[in-house]
C-alpha cells in the first residue's frame, strides 16, 4: 500500500523559510518522479513542483519560481520542498503525490500560513 505523509508546515511570517518533507513507502520510490501540489483556501489544487526519479526539478510553478527549491534522497525515500521568501499567498494545504499501479496517490498534507 502506498504511503505519503508530508510533515514540516507551521506559520510563518512573510519572508521567512520551511522546509516540507514527505515520506513515502510501498512503492519503488527511486524509479518514480514524485510532485508537489497545493491548495489555499477556496481555490483549486495546483501542482508547485514535479521532481524526477533522478532528481531534476521540473514544472515549477510560475509564482514560486527562484523561492522553491524541490528535490529528493531516494536512499531515504524523501521528498523535500524548500521554501523561501514565503508570502502569504503561499498558504495552504501542502501534498505530495505519485502516480502508481494506475492510480494517484496522495498524503494527507501539512498546513503552511504565513502571515503576520
Known amino acids: 500500500q502506498v504511503q505519503l505523509v508530508e510533515s514540516g508546515g507551521g506559520l510563518v511570517q512573510p519572508g521567512e523559510s520551511l522546509k516540507l518533507s514527505c515520506a513515502a513507502s510501498?512503492?519503488?520510490?527511486?524509479?518514480?518522479?514524485v510532485n508537489w501540489f497545493r491548495q489555499a483556501p477556496g481555490k483549486e489544487r495546483e501542482k508547485v513542483a514535479r521532481v524526477t526519479a533522478e532528481g531534476a526539478m521540473r514544472d515549477v510553478l510560475n509564482s514560486v519560481k527562484g523561492r522553491f527549491t524541490a528535490s529528493r534522497d531516494n536512499r531515504k525515500n524523501m521528498l523535500f520542498l524548500q521554501m523561501n521568501v514565503l508570502k502569504p499567498e503561499d498558504t495552504g494545504v501542502y501534498y505530495c503525490?505519485?502516480?502508481?499501479?494506475?492510480?494517484?496517490?496522495w498524503g494527507p498534507g501539512t498546513q503552511v500560513t504565513v502571515s503576520s
Open positions: 503525490n505519485v502516480a502508481y499501479n494506475l492510480k494517484t496517490w
Open positions: 510501498g512503492f519503488p520510490f527511486n524509479t518514480y518522479a
